[in-house]
Every structure is written in structure tokens, then in C-alpha cells.
């Protein structure tokens, strides 16, 4: 399902205006990672999707459902949230615990809870840990947990703020095949990240917001290749997309695959 966003305009209580007249539309299945600097508006933009946030003007719909006229409990059943950090979303005394409570509560029978359940549980690797308490965990494994808690909902849309913060090398692999397995179930998944490595190897479309509004937007190979534009808002592209741009290649690389393909083809 869509989620179409017309003029939406956030003003918090302090007069400071975070979000300042956005429009856009997410397709169903699209791969859309959120950039730029700190204070841009990324969050305060996600949490209208979920509801956590109302719009002080403009609207925010996911599929047919307004969010202004439907409860974050409701919206629960469409939309998935995965907190940057795992301790604001654990509350079980087991991972067992914690992934049954999301599909149950939205009213699941046992047999499609326990399907879910088990899926969500072997695609983030934690078969083996379901009875031990998330806070006797390493963070990284929490974050395991909290992405394995939201993914057992089975919403159509997923939400992943800053996944990769804090996390080593093996885990952000492991994020990035969650990412991967939803995408061929053809979930709409979206990311706010500084990472931008991440946000190349692992999103096709790209939204640069600045100041509350949208400064970018369109594939990532298009979006991350404008250096000077990326520049107002503190994003640098990729590494391997600056090499490029220094070495004249002809298109715009994401990853060491193209980058590599790219020079095969220069020489």
C-alpha cells in the first residue's frame, strides 16, 4: 500500500517547526532510505506514519486510512517501527516473549502467530536465544530482537530507524539481509541513516530532507551522485561514489560491484 503525504507541515510545542510543507508518495514495495543532517526532520517526518506524531497541518495517509482519524494501535497492524534504540522498545522477560507479543496483540490465530514467530526468529538469527531475557544480551543481539519483535507483525510497511547505529560489521550484514528477505516479500521498507554506504548498498530510492523540507529526492544512483546539493544538508556519498567522481567514470557507482564494473568498462 501507498503512503501518500500531502503538505504536511509538524510544529512541536517549543514554536520550532520541524517539518515544513512536505509532500511526497511512497509506492508499495519501495526501498526508500530518509538523509540528512540532524534536526532535518527525518523522525518527526517517520513518526507520522505510525501515528506517534499528528500532523499540524496537511495529511498523512497509509493506504486509505488517514492518521488523523486512526488509532496508533490501528495503524500497528499496517505499520512497523524499529526505534534506533532497542532499550526504548524491550519490555519482555524472554526474546520468545517479546516476538509473540506484536502478531498476538493484532489478534493473529496461534497457528499464524507461532508461523510468524518462528520465521521472524530464524531470519534474525535468535532460534537459539528465544529464552533468554533481551537485556542479558549483547546491543547488538537487542537490536536483533527488537527488528525480530516488529517483523513478526508481518506489516506491509517497515520502519528501521538508523538500524546500523552502534552495531559491528557482522550485524549490519545481518540487518542488511533483513532488508533484503523483505523486500522479496514485497514490503515497503524505509530507513532514516547517516550511514550512507548502508543507505547505497541497500535502498534504490533516496529522500535528502533539509530544514524540514525535502532538498532531494529520486533513485539513489541519481540523489547520491550530487555532491554540492548533498553538501546543505551534511551528506557526503559514498566513498566509493567520490573515487568515481574522481576517476571520471561515466556513471555514478553505489558499491564496490559497480565500481568495479565501471573500470572493467573504462578499460
Request: some cysteine; proline content about 4%.
Amino acid at each position: 500500500m501507498n503512503i501518500e503525504i500531502k503538505d504536511l507541515r509538524f510544529t512541536y510545542p517549543t514554536g520550532l517547526e520541524a517539518v515544513s510543507g512536505i509532500s511526497l508518495t511512497l509506492e508499495a514495495g519501495e526501498q526508500v532510505a530518509i538523509v540528512g543532517q540532524n534536526g532535518a526532520g527525518k523522525t518527526t517526518l517517520v513518526r507520522h506514519f505510525n501515528g506517534l506524531l499528528q500532523p499540524t497541518s496537511g495529511s498523512v495517509k497509509i493506504g486509505d486510512w488517514d492518521t488523523k482519524k486512526t488509532s496508533v494501535a490501528k495503524l500497528a497492524s499496517r505499520v512497523g517501527y524499529v526505534f534506533q534504540n532497542p532499550d526504548e522498545q524491550l519490555f519482555s522477560r524472554d526474546v520468545l516473549t517479546e516476538v509473540t507479543f506484536g502478531p498476538r496483540n493484532l489478534g493473529y490465530s496461534k497457528e499464524k502467530t507461532d508461523g510468524l514467530v518462528e520465521r521472524a526468529l530464524a531470519l534474525t538469527e535468535l532460534s537459539d536465544k528465544t529464552e533468554t531475557n533481551p537485556y542479558d544480551l549483547s546491543p547488538t543481539w537487542r537490536k536483533m530482537v527488537a527488528l525480530a519483535s516488529i517483523i513478526a507483525m508481518d506489516t506491509p510497511i517497515v520502519i528501521f530507524d538508523e538500524p546500523t547505529t552502534g552495531q559491528d560489521a557482522v550485524n549490519v550484514a545481518r540487518i542488511a539481509n533483513v532488508i533484503a528477505e523483505l523486500q522479496k516479500e514485497g514490503k515497503t521498507v524505509i530507513t532514516i541513516t547517516h550511514d550512507i554506504d548502508f543507505c547505497a548498498e541497500n535502498f534504490e530510492r533516496v529522500v535528502a530532507l533539509s530544514k524540514g523540507q525535502v532538498l532531494l529526492d529520486g533513485p539513489a544512483r541519481e540523489i547520491l551522485g550530487q555532491e554540492e546539493i548533498l553538501a546543505q544538508t551534511y551528506v557526503e556519498p559514498p566513498q566509493l561514489t567520490r573515487l568515481g567522481k574522481r576517476l571520471r567514470l561515466k556513471e555514478t557507482v553505489r558499491n564496490q560491484e559497480e565500481f568495479l564494473n565501471a573500470i572493467a568498462r573504462r578499460a
